[in-house]
């Protein structure tokens, strides 16, 4: 019998990539619409094996691809991966802003003709300063959204925001971030969940699955949100709502989902209870104010394998912080993120919108806007077709 040579080891892009059925069916439609023919598409989004299959469909749409990444969550295999493919990639795994600021500024000076934008970055970075070329693209998150949104009159183009669509909404941000947040809490500690205490920051859509997995999970979970509307939702829907310092009481674990910086901060350091474990699932890291903490600390310990950081207090107690602040479900040992169906929704609804803008289907009035209504509704009937 003849010998055969071995295979190469699949890896986890290969894996991803090929459980991205709807973004494949589309990569296959592009690859003869060619809806970026000749166009620069920069990126500034999480660099994981996801996001290679966005950047593969944009590619096999005749795009050339400029791409950097986001603060603690760029994965050096993909980097590679993609280089390796012919993408330009600035990227870095940093936690450097100054260093990430620099890869930003590299997307820019490239004059891409449309940006792909996660958290605000790119786009405030042309605001009132459009160059020629620019037709305008995607924000992503709700972050950036809301960075933007007073920037509408310097932006002055197209800008639709992926978050927006219900189907974000749903798909990403309730099911896979809860379970990703769930998922990265028991990745980072290996502790329990049951009987445990835990207090959610936001009762958004991230808050709404991030609540439901922990409490599926044999938690008793109580929320916290300014809004008293959103607080009684979170009321009728069966979760405890107390004040803000009895919940940092009360809470064996602490995670922050608002998009909003300063929630958890040096001053709650007297509410804590010794052992707390602080999470953030927000985009940027600044929902929990590590440096304070830091600053606060008598002694650090830090568990580099695991991503942990225990704060020692004057007092004897003991504070952990998870993935420094970061975005844990991205951050610490073997980071997966969100659900792979998850994400092939989310990143089909971000080619089918730049397409949009690429054949000049919305114009300067759609700047910060949600997701077209057809485009959701000819993504969702995509989707349902190949489950069915």
């Not at 080619?351 to 700047?367: F, T």
Request: contains cysteine.
């Amino acid at each position: 019998m003849a010998e055969t040579t071995p295979a190469a080891p699949s890896t986890r892009i290969d894996w991803v990539g090929r459980s991205c059925r709807l973004l494949r069916a589309t990569a296959a439609e592009f690859l003869t619409t060619r809806p970026f023919e000749g166009l620069t598409i920069g990126t500034g989004i999480h660099l994981e094996p996801k996001t290679v299959a966005l950047l593969t469909t944009l590619g096999l749409g005749g795009a050339r691809l400029v791409c950097t990444g986001n603060l603690n969550s760029t994965q050096p295999e993909t980097v590679e991966h993609l280089r390796a493919q012919g993408v330009t990639v600035f990227a870095t795994q940093t936690t450097d802003p100054a260093e990430h600021a620099a890869s930003l500024d590299a997307i820019i000076a490239e004059q891409p003709d449309l940006l792909l934008d996660n958290g605000g970055d790119l786009f405030a970075r042309v605001a009132g300063r459009r160059y020629p070329g620019l037709r305008g693209g995607t924000e992503e998150t709700t972050s950036g959204r809301t960075r933007l949104v007073p920037m509408r009159a310097a932006l002055a183009m197209p800008v639709l925001v992926i978050n927006d669509s219900p189907i974000k909404q749903f798909a990403e941000n309730r099911h896979a971030v809860g379970q990703s947040l769930f998922e990265s809490y028991l990745r980072f500690t290996n502790r329990s969940t049951q009987g445990k205490r835990v207090t959610v920051f936001g009762y958004g859509a991230c808050g709404k699955g991030t609540a439901a997995c922990f409490r599926n999970a044999f938690a008793g979970v109580s929320v916290v949100d300014i809004d008293p509307v959103t607080t009684l939702e979170a009321h009728l829907d069966g979760f405890a709502t107390p004040l803000r310092d009895q919940a940092i009481r009360s809470a064996d674990i602490l995670v922050t989902v608002t998009g909003h910086p300063g929630i958890v901060t040096a001053a709650d350091l007297a509410l804590l209870k010794d052992g707390a474990i602080l999470m953030n699932g927000g985009h940027f890291p600044d929902e929990i104010d590590a440096a304070g903490l830091r600053a606060s600390a008598v002694e650090i310990e830090r568990y580099e394998a695991e991503g942990i950081e225990t704060f020692r207090l004057a007092d004897g107690r003991r504070i952990h912080l998870l993935g420094g602040g970061h975005m844990a479900n991205l951050a610490g040992p073997r980071p997966l993120g969100n659900t792979v169906e998850s994400m092939d929704l989310g990143f089909a609804l971000q080619a089918r919108c730049l397409e949009r803008v690429a054949r000049g289907g919305v114009g300067a009035e759609a700047c910060v806007v949600p997701v077209p209504a057809d485009i959701d509704a000819a993504v969702a009937t995509a989707y349902l077709d190949l489950a069915r």
